[in-house]
């Protein structure tokens, strides 16, 4: 009866292999799109940052124009005045060109074609049934597979880092920008009060 038993062990412990590779398949696809997840919300958020860089520059730009007829009037000879409102301006326009850049899209066409990217979806891959053969065959092999989602991951990746370095810029210039206001509005009081 041992016998048995003992033969019968290596056989019982294959569907539960099985399930296991199974298992480590579904977490590594879990892993992969969480991973693409995290670095599409990464994407948003720079552009939500450089949206609020942008409603800043609305509120200020509009409290500025609506006071720039009293300023000239009172600092007319001023010149030191002025080229400080000339780089202000100059770090403020640059600032809004980094913000308006991060909205561009950014496509990233030099890499193999791929059937997680909607461009080469949609002139890559033929047909329509011919796209959807494709992406069986490649979801049912999981070197493909992974393979397509890393490529994926790299590439959107590659996007999000561009984005974040124009929020970055945009940030810098910004805080140069208001520091130069600031020493122009120190500036103005001084030339006013004295």
């Not at 996007?159 to 509005?185: C, E, M, P, Y």
């Amino acid at each position: 009866m041992e016998e048995s038993e003992s033969k019968q062990s290596p056989l019982q412990h294959i569907p539960q292999v099985l399930t296991q590779k199974n298992k480590h398949t579904d977490d590594l696809i879990d892993h992969y799109w969480g991973s693409i997840s995290y670095i599409s919300s990464l994407i948003k958020a720079s552009e939500l940052k450089a949206g609020l860089i942008l409603s800043f520059y609305g509120i200020l730009l509009n409290f500025i124009f609506q006071s720039i007829g009293i300023i000239i009037s009172e600092v007319s000879n001023a010149n030191f005045f002025y080229v400080l409102i000339g780089l202000w301006f100059l770090f403020t326009a640059t600032s809004i060109f980094y913000c308006v850049r991060c909205f561009i899209p950014r496509i990233e066409g030099n890499y193999d074609k791929n059937i997680f990217f909607f461009g080469d979806v949609i002139t890559k891959f033929g047909t329509i049934k011919e796209f959807a053969k494709t992406f069986y065959r490649i979801s049912v092999d999981e070197d493909q597979l992974f393979e397509q989602l890393g490529e994926q991951i790299y590439i959107i990746s590659k996007i999000a880092a561009w984005k974040f370095r124009n929020v970055k810029r945009a940030i810098w210039f910004l805080a140069l920008g208001l520091s130069i206001l600031l020493i122009s509005t120190v500036y103005y009081f001084v030339l006013t009060l004295f």
